[in-house]
């Protein structure tokens, strides 16, 4: 089966950075996603792992270690506009995306 | 005009009562995707399917029904309506790219409410 771990929220500072982790278990792991979803609207892709390493795209960064099953989202140089939830899937070889319960964050002036 | 579009954006209705939510697509992609969203719970998986002759049910499929009329289009149907199911209920798209699995595309969601 698949089960992924997040935390539940997070609050940082705006113009700060912050790591949101992920522990995940999945047979056949076929990548892991990072989504944003602000408040009453849909999610939106923010990035995508398949193989170990770092990933950057602009302020937004994902690692993924995929024998220690775990990935984290860092996000620098935070704005208000950042405050969301943020999702944490896994896909594996049968094409099944499941997804944690999300990690709310709020960032302060 | 949005690739994945979903009707009724908000809809409520009595316990018993017949539901079908429907999700549309431009993108052209082969795989569609239910979950429905309860605060703190994130997103739950109901049904997928890869084309018009493959349904598989998620982690939450008891109570709901789905038909994949063409490619562009995936209905959700909940046969008898219970309190529980008021939800947010999202449909996705996905395609496979050479690099593997495919980024999913959100529709706006549509908003249930069981009374």
């Known amino acids: 089966g698949q089960n992924i771990d997040q935390p539940t929220e997070m609050t940082a500072t705006e113009g700060a950075i912050v790591q949101i982790n992920c522990t995940y278990q999945?047979?056949?792991?076929?990548?892991l996603f990072w989504y944003q979803q602000h408040a009453g609207e849909a999610p939106t892709f923010l990035s995508y792992n398949v193989l170990d390493g770092l990933e950057e795209k602009g302020r937004f960064s994902s690692f993924l270690s995929r024998s220690k099953g775990y990935s984290y989202l860092l996000l620098k140089e935070l704005q208000m506009k950042d405050s969301a939830s943020y999702l944490c899937g896994t896909y594996n070889q049968g094409g099944k995306l499941i997804f944690g319960q999300g990690t709310e964050l709020s960032v302060k002036p | 005009d949005a690739d994945v579009t979903q009707t009724p954006r908000n809809r409520i209705t009595k316990t018993g009562k017949r539901i079908m939510l429907e999700c549309s697509q431009t993108?052209?992609?082969?795989?569609m995707y239910w979950y429905r969203q309860d605060p703190g719970l994130g997103l739950r998986l109901i049904y997928y399917s890869f084309d018009v002759k493959d349904i598989n049910k998620g982690e939450i499929s008891d109570g709901y029904s789905v038909s994949r009329q063409a490619q562009a289009k995936f209905s959700l149907s909940l046969e008898s309506a219970i309190p529980n199911q008021t939800a947010l209920y999202f449909c996705?798209?996905?395609?496979?790219?050479?690099?593997?699995?495919?980024?999913?595309?959100f529709g706006p969601g549509t908003r249930l409410t069981v009374l």
């Open positions: 996705a798209t996905s395609d496979l790219t050479s690099g593997g699995a495919g980024e999913q595309f």
């Open positions: 999945t047979s056949g792991f076929n990548g």
């Open positions: 993108k052209g992609h082969d795989r």
